[in-house]
């Protein structure tokens, strides 16, 4: 969701290279050294820009987590056509993150839990405020929408939004397709907010074991 053009620094290459690693082979099949080599410096040389592998996930999750907040405020401050605009900026913000982050969504589902409390509580604290944004604009869209409700509807958008790390590369069109794909379904989540009740699901036969449909 940044929108610098400069080279990264080398602390932001570290991250990185950091993350990808930790995605890919996970915080305990990492070493230092490793993530040293992907960015041309010692592993020793690392610790002059962080303490150690700890201090690179926590300024990993905590960092997007501020990045996600910070930039959905700013979006929502700048969007302009009032609440729809606003919607419509938050998920053209969170596809760029969930397009070009996705390293960050893998690490953040498998290791958020190795944070010492601290880290942990300010990265939920921070996701709580990140989902309160969108929540509260749901609601200005759809006012007749339970908060509960609006509430559930934002997290199963998110759910949506960050599957990418699942799609796999062959089965992205490229960025722009599935930015494109995820914005529709991510309105389309939305705008369901705003129709009829679902009808119920149809009535299924009873199964016995072994999966035969039971006698009627």
């Known amino acids: 969701m940044s929108t610098r053009t400069d080279a990264p620094t080398r602390r932001e290459q570290i991250l990185k290279e950091a993350a990808r690693l930790f995605a890919e082979r996970g915080f305990h099949g990492v070493g230092v050294d490793e993530i040293g080599a992907a960015v041309g410096i010692s592993g020793p040389g690392l610790y002059r820009h962080f303490a150690g592998k700890d201090a690179m996930l926590a300024e990993l999750l905590v960092g ?3 990045r ?3 930039g959905g405020r700013t979006r929502a401050e700048r969007a302009v056509g009032g609440p729809a605009a606003v919607l419509a900026s938050l998920i053209d913000g969170h596809i760029d993150f969930a397009l070009d982050d996705r390293p960050l969504i893998t690490v ?5 839990d190795r944070l010492r409390d601290s880290d942990r ?3 939920r604290r921070l996701q709580r ?3 309160e944004l969108w929540v509260t604009v749901v609601r ?3 006012p007749h929408t339970p908060e509960q409700e609006a509430r559930a509807a934002v997290h199963a958008v998110f759910g949506l939004l960050n599957s990418t790390p699942h799609l796999g590369t062959g089965g992205l069109p490229g960025r722009a397709a599935t930015g494109a794909l995820l914005r529709r379904l991510a309105h389309g989540a939305f705008e369901a907010l705003d129709g009829a009740p679902a009808p119920a699901p149809a009535s299924v036969p009873e199964r ?3 999966g035969a ?3 009627g």
């Open 64 to 66: 997007i987590s501020e």
């Open 68 to 70: 996600l907040l910070d």
């Open 108 to 112: 953040h589902d498998r290791e958020l």
């Open 121 to 123: 509580k300010a990265v």
């Open 129 to 131: 405020q990140y989902v």
């Open 140 to 142: 200005e869209l759809y």
């Open 208 to 210: 016995m074991p072994g």
């Open 213 to 215: 449909p039971a006698a």
